[in-house]
C-alpha cells in the first residue's frame, strides 16, 4: 500500500513570496489533514477536509494560508505573502475516516524555510 | 481545552536497556490514544493507536497503556536498540467537532552503543 505523499520535500523563498504545497493521500481515505509543525514543537492542525468539504480550519490564518482538495483525492496548501513565522515542516496525513476511531498515516513532509 | 504533555523532554539510554515514556493529558473524555515516532527530517510514524475502551496496546516491542480516568499513557520500549533512537509524539483527538488531534511536544530519544 502506498503511503501519503507530498511534494517538494524542500523549499526555500523570501518573504512576501508565495508557495504552495501539494499531497496525495492513501487511497481510499476520507479524511486529509495539514499540520505545521515549527522546530521543537507538536504539529499543529490548519485545516482538515472530509472527502471534499472543510471540517475543520480554525487555526488556519486565512487572510495568508489557503488550502483546497479538489474531487476528494489530491490537496494543495497555499501560503501567500509568506512571513519569517512561517518557516517550518508542513505535514499532510490522512484517515479512513475521522480521527476519532481512525489511524492517521502521514507524508514525509515539506520543510519551509523563509528568508 | 485539551492540553498535552510528554516527560522527559529529552532521554539518554545505553542500549539494551527498558524504558517508559510518559504522556499525560488534560480532559479525560478521548475517543483514542496514538503514539508516533518521528525521525530527523522525516514525517511521523504511527506506532501504536489504543481506543478508549482498551488497556494497552503491544507491536513487537512496543507496548503502549491507557488510563483514561488519571489521562495517563505510557510507551514501553524493551531491550532498546541504536535504531529506535527518534522523538517519540502522542497525540489525543478532542471529543467533538472535528475531533482534530493534539500532540505533545515529544520526547527525543537516544539509545547509545
Known amino acids: 500500500e502506498a503511503g501519503v505523499a507530498q511534494s517538494p520535500r524542500y523549499k526555500i523563498i523570501e518573504k512576501r513570496q508565495s508557495v504552495a504545497f501539494w499531497c496525495n493521500p492513501i487511497?481510499?481515505?476520507?479524511?486529509l489533514y495539514w499540520y505545521q509543525q515549527i522546530l521543537g514543537q507538536g504539529p499543529k492542525l490548519l485545516i482538515q477536509?472530509?472527502?471534499?468539504?472543510?471540517?475543520?480550519d480554525s487555526q488556519l490564518p486565512k487572510d495568508r494560508f489557503s488550502a483546497e482538495r479538489l474531487k476528494g483525492v489530491d490537496s494543495t496548501l497555499k501560503i501567500q505573502p509568506a512571513k519569517l513565522e512561517d518557516s517550518a515542516v508542513y505535514l499532510c496525513?490522512?484517515?479512513?475516516?475521522?480521527?476519532?476511531?481512525?489511524?492517521?498515516?502521514f507524508g514525509p513532509g515539506t520543510r519551509l524555510t523563509v528568508l | 481545552k485539551q492540553e498535552v504533555t510528554q516527560i522527559p523532554a529529552a532521554l539518554s539510554v545505553p542500549e539494551g536497556e527498558n524504558l517508559v515514556l510518559n504522556c499525560s493529558f488534560t480532559?479525560?473524555?478521548?475517543?483514542?490514544l496514538q503514539w508516533f515516532r518521528q525521525d530527523p527530517g522525516k514525517g511521523l510514524t504511527s506506532l501504536l493507536l489504543?481506543?478508549?475502551?482498551?488497556r494497552e496496546q503491544t507491536s513487537g516491542r512496543l507496548n503502549a497503556s491507557l488510563d483514561k480516568s488519571s489521562g495517563r499513557s505510557t510507551l514501553y520500549i524493551a531491550a532498546s536498540q541504536p535504531g529506535d533512537s527518534a522523538t517519540y509524539l502522542c497525540?489525543?483527538?478532542?471529543?467533538?467537532?472535528?475531533?482534530?488531534?493534539?500532540f505533545g511536544k515529544g520526547t527525543k530519544l537516544t539509545v547509545n552503543p
Open positions: 489504543i481506543q478508549s475502551s482498551q
Open positions: 487511497s481510499g481515505h476520507a479524511t
Open positions: 480532559d479525560s473524555a478521548i475517543y483514542n
Open positions: 497525540a489525543v483527538p478532542t471529543q467533538g467537532g472535528s475531533e482534530k488531534l493534539v
Open positions: 496525513a490522512s484517515s479512513f475516516q475521522g480521527p476519532a476511531y481512525n489511524e492517521q498515516f
Open positions: 477536509f472530509q472527502n471534499n468539504g472543510v471540517v475543520d
